[in-house]
């Protein structure tokens, strides 16, 4: 089987990783997805994050109704930052030969890899799906990688000329391109709108994820909250309440 491994801080998952993940697996025959929210993304530093539960609860909302999207605990709380190399070499380990595992990213996040946790290992460990994002251009992909595997000026300039949907082939990295995704969403926006109604969050979430928000009081006040560093910290719907904090140390990315 396909697998995909898509990872990110899913704070709240919206319609936007949703459309990545079909777009995805309808080109790619992807029989699984693994959405795999981080406990402790190393890059996400600025803000407190909403805990890991809730996080998780609202992806399991979001991909009930699709067979082939499966919540995952592989990047839950270890005390460590999840670097994206272990929790790839980690689900290797549990794949069958025949398997085959892909690393889906949208191009925002992609942009960054190369101050990532040991990109040029990572890389060479799994083959990328780079997805499109408003705002962002698939076409500078190559410039992004990290510099032992950057191809040349000249050929950058020829990739910049191809069209956004192909394969980029290198020693050390296959990275898919996949141009497809316009889906103007990100979790700051729902973030900072979680105080309108559920009919109109619905319109960026699914609606249990909107409700869910609602009923949880989750990112309540968020903009100040997200200006001063802090979160909201509701937590009566689970039983462990963790420490408070763990998502503003200073980490590496990736
Ligand atoms: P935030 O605004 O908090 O950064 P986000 O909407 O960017 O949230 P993340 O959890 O950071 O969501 O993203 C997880 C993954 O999904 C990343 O690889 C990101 O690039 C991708 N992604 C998120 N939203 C979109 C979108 N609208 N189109 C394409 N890719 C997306
Ligand atoms: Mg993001």
Do not use: C
Not at 76 to 88: F, L, M
Not at 105 to 116: E, L, N, P, V
Not at 135 to 160: C, H, I, N, Y
Request: no cysteine; net charge positive.
């Amino acid at each position: 089987m396909r697998i995909a491994l898509f990872g990110g801080t899913f704070d709240p998952v919206h319609l936007g990783h949703l459309a990545v993940a079909r777009a995805a697996a309808e080109k790619f025959d992807l029989g699984r997805i693994y959405f795999a929210p981080a406990d402790l993304p190393p890059h996400k530093q600025k803000r407190r994050l909403t805990h890991f539960q809730h996080r998780y609860a609202m992806l399991a909302l979001a991909t009930a109704d699709d067979s082939r999207f499966v919540p995952s605990l592989l990047d839950a709380h270890t005390g460590q930052p999840n670097y994206s190399i272990e929790t790839v070499r980690q689900l290797k380990s549990t794949l069958k030969k025949s398997d085959k595992l892909y690393f889906l990213i949208g191009i925002d996040a992609f942009k960054d890899i190369s101050t990532w946790h040991k990109p040029v290992e990572l890389l060479s460990e799994v083959e990328f799906i780079v997805v499109s994002r408003p705002g962002f251009s698939l076409a500078e992909v190559g410039r992004w990688l990290p510099k032992s595997l950057r191809p040349t000026d000249l050929m950058l300039r020829a990739m910049r000329r191809q069209q956004a949907d192909g394969t980029i082939a290198l020693m050390g990295a296959t990275i898919h391109l996949l141009g497809e995704v316009r889906e103007r969403v990100s979790s700051t926006q729902i973030r900072a709108a979680a105080h309108k109604s559920v009919k109109q969050l619905s319109r960026y979430v699914p609606p249990l994820v909107a409700e869910y928000i609602k009923k949880e009081h989750l990112y309540a006040g968020s903009i100040a909250a997200e200006r001063d560093g802090a979160g909201s910290d509701k937590m009566l719907s689970f039983e462990e309440a963790r420490p408070q904090g763990h998502a503003g140390r200073s980490h590496k990315n990736g």
